[in-house]
């Protein structure tokens, strides 16, 4: 499983879902849609309307690949902070049942209030 406790990790940049969606496709359900996706170098995350995916590519080749699975149905709070003037990321707190907090970084240029009412229409 991803170390979600060490943020320097996830300074995540959004892209087309559609970039990743090969690597997650056989992870989805029928019917499962991806709505946003975010990447660092080589690791990156996916929302869909179901879930979070975290992906961290392993190894020289990044062939190997850790996929982790968090659904909103275990979601029992969550926090949204924006960029500002002077600290240009942005920051998302996910509480989850029997997990503990997730948290992922975002780089200021990322839409992280339609993120956090993407998820709000899946958790409340």
Sequence with gaps: MIDFSNGSVFKLSQCNPQDVAGDVAPLLIPGEQLYFAFKTVRDFVVFTDKRL???????MTGRKKDFTSLPYSKIQAFSVETAGTFDLDAELDLWFSGLGKVRLEFKGNS???QLGQMIATYVL
């Design 111 to 113: 839409d992280i209030r």
């Design 53 to 59: 995916i975290a992906v961290n590519v392993q190894g």
